[in-house]
């Protein structure tokens, strides 16, 4: 069975069992996400088991979570967590070269950019309140896929090599396609399943979320491992002219 039909499964037991909240059930599918895909440790797969043991022990009197309001969209903490990371973080990273430090930072923020003007134009549409779930999920496939190509097009506009955009993309594809069968099954799912479509939106941005943080952790360990592509390139900032050697 594929990881994201595994998931479904996970989702299904919470369901069945009417486990409160869709945080409970979103941390609980990371978790399992990170066990799968090896990115956590031996330690951390273990909690997975006993948090899954637990919810299905400890499942007297509780409900899921249906109630999602359009302000807790709009202000989701995708937003704050992007300029956050856009005015205060990545201003100040230093990569090994200083070439490197001014591509990955350009990288870092048209990426968010491009993400938060996205999903803020599909959030203030409003065009999801009506959609049924076969439209909403290809309504989000497309905000993906949009958002993908606008950020790329920017980048090679604003100079970044293609080698940089490849890596970075190439790193990033197993999660993309990861997120987009989680989404895919976030719209089918009665779990998920709320007035206007805003538990299954708001769940999706969660999970774009985490995307997001995993592509800013995961720049540096692509960073490094580009060898001689770059050599001799240039890009200007503030005026000035970064080679790389």
């Not at 999903?119 to 409003?126: G, L």
């Not at 538990?199 to 995961?218: A, D, G, R």
């Amino acid at each position: 069975m594929s990881l994201a039909g595994e998931i479904v499964d996970i989702i299904k037991v919470l369901e069945d069992h009417q486990v409160e909240g869709a945080g409970v059930a979103a941390a609980v599918v990371l978790i399992y996400i990170l066990n799968k895909t090896g990115l956590a440790s031996k330690m951390f797969g273990s909690l997975f088991e006993k948090s899954i043991d637990y919810f299905i022990r400890n499942r007297g009197g509780s409900k899921a979570l249906t109630e999602v309001t359009t302000s807790e969209i709009t202000n989701h903490d995708i937003f704050s967590f992007i300029d956050f990371w856009r005015y205060s973080k990545i201003p100040t990273f230093k990569f090994s070269t200083e070439y490197r430090t001014i591509v990955f930072r350009k990288y870092l923020t048209i990426m968010l950019k491009a993400y938060k003007d996205k999903i803020q134009s599909y959030v203030n549409s409003k065009a999801f309140v009506n959609m049924n779930d076969s439209e909403l999920w290809k309504s989000l496939l497309t905000l993906i896929n949009d958002t993908v190509y606008a950020y790329e097009t920017e980048m090679a506009n604003a100079g970044i090599p293609k080698v940089v955009i490849e890596k970075m993309k190439s790193k990033n594809n197993d999660w993309i396609g990861l997120t987009i069968d989680l989404i895919e099954n976030i719209c089918i799912t009665q779990f998920y399943r709320s007035e206007n479509n805003y538990l299954k939106v708001y769940s999706v941005m969660n999970i774009i979320l985490s995307i997001l943080e995993n592509t800013i952790q995961n720049s540096e360990t692509v960073c490094n491992s580009i060898n001689g592509e770059l050599s001799g390139l240039s890009i200007s900032e503030g005026g000035r002219d970064y080679l790389e050697p």
